[in-house]
C-alpha cells in the first residue's frame, strides 16, 4: 500500500543513516512519522528531530492498542525480511514510500515495503518485489524485475528485461545489462557491468562483472 496521510501511527522502523532517509521521504510526502522504532534503542536518541520510541516488543504492544504502519528504514537484506515477517506476524501494515521526485510509471507493479528514493525511475511493466530498496538515482528499465528485499545501490541501473533476484545487492552504480539475470543472495560490486548471468549467493566485480567466490566460503 502507498502512504496516505491518513495512514494509522507511522513509525520508521530502523534509526540508522538509512532510517534517516526514509524518514525524509516520508516529510516529504506530507506524511506525519511518530517516530522511530529500533532494536537496540538509545535513550534520549533524537533523529530529525524525532525520538526513537522503542524496540520491536514495544511496536507491537502498540499494535495490539490500535491501528500501526512501518515503513522500513533498514539497509541490510536479511534484516529487513526478517522485520517485515515480524511486523507482518503482529499485524501491523508495511507502507511504501516513495519520494516525490522519484518518477514511476503506472503500469510498474510495487510490492508492500517497497521505498523508492529521490530521482530514482521506475519504468513501464517493471515489477519491484516486497521489502526491495530502490536507492538515489536508481534507473530500473521497462519489464525488469526485482526480487523481494533485493537493494539497488545509488545510480545502479537495469537494463530493459533485466533479472535480479531476491535478497540481491546491486552495488552503487553497477549495472545490469537488458536481459540479463542476477541470482538471488548474490552481491554485485560497486561499478560492476553484469552482461551474462550471474548465479545465486556469489560476490561478482569488475567489467565485466566476474564471479569473485561463493558468499558460503570463508575468506
Not at 519520494?99 to 510495487?110: D, E, T, Y
Not at 517497497?114 to 530500473?140: E, K, W
Not at 528485461?161 to 548474490?186: D, E, F, N, P, Q
Request: hydrophobic share 45%; aromatic share 2%.
Amino acid at each position: 500500500m502507498t502512504i496516505s496521510p491518513a495512514s494509522p501511527r507511522i513509525f520508521v522502523y530502523g534509526a540508522s543513516g538509512h532510517g534517516k532517509v526514509v524518514a525524509d521521504i516520508l516529510r516529504a510526502q506530507g506524511v506525519a512519522v511518530a517516530g522511530f522504532i529500533d532494536d537496540q534503542p538509545q535513550d534520549s536518541a533524537e533523529i530529525l528531530g524525532l525520538k526513537v520510541l522503542g524496540d520491536g516488543k514495544w511496536l507491537a504492544e502498540q499494535a495490539s492498542q490500535g491501528p500501526v504502519a512501518v515503513t522500513l528504514g533498514i539497509g541490510s537484506n536479511p534484516d529487513r525480511q526478517r522485520i517485515a515477517d515480524q511486523c507482518a506476524a503482529s499485524g501491523i501494515q508495511l507502507l511504501t514510500a516513495v519520494h516525490p521526485s522519484a518518477v514511476v510509471a503506472p503500469s510498474a507493479q510495487i510490492g508492500a515495503g517497497v521505498v523508492i528514493m529521490a530521482a530514482a525511475v521506475v519504468n513501464p511493466d517493471a515489477h519491484i518485489g516486497r521489502g526491495a530498496i530502490l536507492n538515489t538515482g536508481v534507473i530500473v528499465e521497462h519489464d525488469c524485475h526485482v526480487g523481494e528485499f533485493a537493494h539497488l545501490s545509488p545510480n545502479a541501473a537495469m537494463g530493459g528485461g533485466a533479472k535480479i533476484g531476491s535478497l540481491s545487492w546491486l552495488g552503487m552504480g553497477a549495472s545490469i545489462i537488458h536481459g540479463v539475470a542476477v541470482g538471488s543472495k548474490t552481491i554485485i560490486g560497486a561499478g560492476a557491468v553484469v552482461v551474462r548471468e550471474i548465479p545465486d549467493e556469489v560476490m561478482a566485480m569488475g567489467v565485466p562483472a566476474r564471479v569473485h567466490r561463493r558468499l558460503s566460503e570463508r575468506r
